[in-house]
């Protein structure tokens, strides 16, 4: 005797998935999204947590590996890092493909909280987000002894052509905020190696990483 299926049941869709099928596929899903660039960035998440890990933890420690990584993953020309100090006053801590020459001048420089208002007298900035900004050359010009703070004085004052396109003067700010708003210091970082402005996803990556540093410097009780 033949056997039918039930009424309204297709004979061919009575199938039993394979428990090592199943396991083969998500296996093989996992090992795709690894290589995701996206999946790349949550590496370097897990990378940078891990300095909570370490007794003590060294903030210094953490920016510097914070500069590097932003400098690698995000293929930017340069990024810095700045914290408050215990004047009150902020200064660059750490950096990541600067020229010896401007890196000398830039961590010799000192600023006040006021300088980080997107309304600050001494910079023109044009706000991205709460926590990103940025400084166009055009309307941030350098004076002549101020020039060996970037790394190819010899390319300022050039033409913009594109609005993604970025002059050698450029940079994004990005705030590293604690409890309260309280400003414990910034990210700063160029373009990228092809000339343009990091794209927005990348901004937005890198306000993930200061909050990073921010609890990072909340725990070990360096806010100041």
């Excluded at 400098?71 to 950096?95: A, I, K, N, P």
């Excluded at 033409?159 to 604690?178: N, P, S, V, Y």
Aim: contains cysteine.
């Amino acid at each position: 005797m033949v056997s039918v299926p039930p009424f309204g049941v297709q004979a061919d869709v009575l199938q039993v998935a394979d428990v090592e099928s199943v396991k083969r596929r998500l296996r093989f899903d996992y090992l795709g999204a690894r290589s995701d660039p996206t999946s790349r960035v949550l590496d370097g998440y897990v990378a940078l947590l891990s300095h909570f890990h370490k007794e003590p933890m060294v903030v210094r420690e953490l920016i510097q590996d914070t500069a590097n990584w932003i400098h690698r993953q995000f293929r930017l020309r340069w990024c810095m890092v700045g914290l408050r100090g215990s004047d009150g006053m902020y200064r660059y801590e750490v950096e990541a493909g600067m020229r010896p020459e401007a890196w000398t001048r830039q961590k010799s420089k000192v600023y006040k909280y006021t300088d980080f208002a997107p309304a600050a007298q001494n910079y023109t900035a044009g706000e991205i987000s709460k926590l990103s900004r940025v400084y166009l050359e055009e309307e941030n010009q350098l004076y002549k002894d101020d020039e060996a703070v970037v790394n190819r004085p010899a390319l300022l004052r050039g033409r913009r052509k594109a609005d993604d396109e970025t002059l050698e003067a450029d940079f994004i700010d990005t705030l590293i905020f604690g409890p309260k708003d309280e400003l414990l210091g910034w990210i700063e970082y160029s373009g990228t190696l092809t000339g343009k402005f990091p794209e927005a996803m990348t901004i937005r990556y890198i306000e993930a990483i200061a909050s990073i540093v921010s609890a990072a410097m909340v725990t070990t009780g360096r806010r100041n």
